[in-house]
């Protein structure tokens, strides 16, 4: 039976809900948040799961008209504020991975004293991909390793400057689109990898059991037989 540590979600298909509803696009993403918070719950209670990534905001989502951006910081910072007592009542850690720079200081000031309220939190690690692409990610983690003027570098000086080390089990994406998206490349190198139609706003804890149920009886071989 495979171990399912981590587990990384690209959660798509928030402005096809709201269009399929004839709302506004950014309504999807309020009703993201809601998948996003019973997702959540669920892995810390009902899993055995150490890490769930989830990606919220990568580094080509500043192309989406300015008023979608907006709303979608502020969003971020909503879900910080209104959502700590989920934090702190079911033990989570809040993390992220990223380049933060460009956020606005009130939005990193909010990041952080989420991070410093819940470092000491002993169950699922929740790690918030903001402003994230994996190719950034792989050329800030070269450019870091620059730094020491080194003659070659191994995998391991690699993950231990990477944004996150810890090897993916399995990857999910709702939506119906069969791509990564440029989610931790590095990261999914034995990954396995599910697709769903379902998008976001719809997918819940009934499919995600379903889908953890079928990866932990799949065959994993890294690369041996
Ligand atoms: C993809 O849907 C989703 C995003 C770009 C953002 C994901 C954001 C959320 C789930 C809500 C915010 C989350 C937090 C934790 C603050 P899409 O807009 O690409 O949907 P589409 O493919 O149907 O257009």
């Known amino acids: 039976m495979n171990q ?3 587990l ?3 959660m798509d298909g928030n402005g096809r809900w709201a ?3 004839n709302k506004l696009r950014i309504r999807g993403h309020e009703q993201g948040i809601k998948t996003v918070e019973s997702i959540m719950t669920y892995c810390a209670r009902d899993t055995d799961i150490e890490t769930l990534t989830l990606y919220a ?3 080509e989502n500043w192309k989406r008209p300015k008023l979608e951006v907006d709303f979608l910081m502020m969003l971020l910072d909503k879900y910080l504020k209104s959502k700590l007592k989920v934090y702190m009542n079911h033990n989570i850690r809040f993390e992220t991975i990223g380049d933060l720079s460009k956020f606005s200081n009130k939005l990193k000031e909010r990041i952080e004293f989420t991070k410093e309220i819940t470092k000491n939190h002993t169950g699922l690690k929740q790690v918030l991909a903001i402003n994230y692409g994996a190719k950034d990610e792989i050329i800030r983690s070269f450019n870091k ?3 020491s003027s080194p003659t070659s570098i191994t995998e391991d000086d690699l993950d231990n400057v990477l944004d996150i080390k810890d090897p993916v089990d ?3 994406r709702t939506g119906g689109e069969h791509r990564i998206s440029n989610f931790l490349l590095w990261q999914i190198a034995y990954s396995e990898i599910r697709f769903t139609d379902t998008l976001w706003p719809e ?3 009934e499919e995600l059991s379903d889908i953890i149920k079928n990866y932990t009886i799949s065959k994993r071989r890294f690369g041996g037989l």
């Open 4 to 6: 399912l540590k981590h």
């Open 8 to 10: 990384a979600i690209i």
């Open 19 to 21: 269009t399929n509803q």
């Open 57 to 59: 905001f990568s580094t």
């Open 145 to 147: 390793l620059l730094e």
């Open 170 to 172: 399995l990857m999910i």
């Open 203 to 205: 997918f819940g804890p």
